[in-house]
Structure formats: structure tokens, C-alpha cells
């Protein structure tokens, strides 16, 4: 019996211009395959509306399936990516 396909993830990274460990979350998703959406909060308005909503203030919160991760912490990322 073959393994069901996982659905695919609704994964959202929150960023701005200069943020080194924003650039390596958004290498991180593409190097393994993560399809993610990309918000510049510097220029988006809305974007850094919806940041302060979910409760942070700083760059990159990732946000997987309505899963807040604050800061790019590559093993809890997957954790959320897997589950």
C-alpha cells in the first residue's frame, strides 16, 4: 500500500531588506522543496500589520499552517514542516 502525499504546507516568511537569517530561512524552504509566500515587511504595509497580529516583531517569523516560529531555527522548522 503506497503512502499517502503529505498536503502541502501553507507557509508564510515574514522579512525585510538586510535580515541575514531571513535570506537563509527563504534558502532553507527552497533548498528542501517548501513552496512558501514572502512578505517584505519594510515595504508592505499590510505585511507588517499581519506580523504584529500574530504577536511578533521581528524578522524572519515564519508561519507554517498557523504555527508561529520566531527567528530561523532550522531544526524546529522542520519539526513544523514534517508534522
Given at each position: 500500500m503506497a503512502d499517502k502525499p503529505?498536503?502541502?504546507?501553507?507557509?508564510?516568511?515574514?522579512?525585510?531588506?538586510?535580515?541575514?537569517?531571513?535570506?537563509?530561512?527563504?534558502?532553507?524552504?527552497?533548498?528542501?522543496?517548501?513552496?512558501?509566500?514572502s512578505k517584505d515587511v519594510a515595504v508592505d504595509e499590510k505585511a507588517a500589520?499581519?506580523?504584529?497580529?500574530?504577536?511578533?516583531?521581528?524578522?524572519?517569523?515564519?508561519v507554517v499552517d498557523g504555527k508561529v516560529l520566531v527567528g530561523f531555527q532550522p531544526q524546529r522548522l522542520l519539526e513544523l514542516l514534517k508534522a
Amino acid at each position: 500500500m503506497a503512502d499517502k502525499p503529505t498536503p502541502a504546507k501553507k507557509i508564510v516568511v515574514y522579512h525585510q531588506p538586510g535580515c541575514a537569517p531571513c535570506h537563509r530561512a527563504m534558502e532553507f524552504l527552497t533548498k528542501n522543496g517548501f513552496a512558501y509566500e514572502s512578505k517584505d515587511v519594510a515595504v508592505d504595509e499590510k505585511a507588517a500589520e499581519e506580523l504584529m497580529q500574530i504577536g511578533s516583531m521581528s524578522t524572519p517569523t515564519i508561519v507554517v499552517d498557523g504555527k508561529v516560529l520566531v527567528g530561523f531555527q532550522p531544526q524546529r522548522l522542520l519539526e513544523l514542516l514534517k508534522a
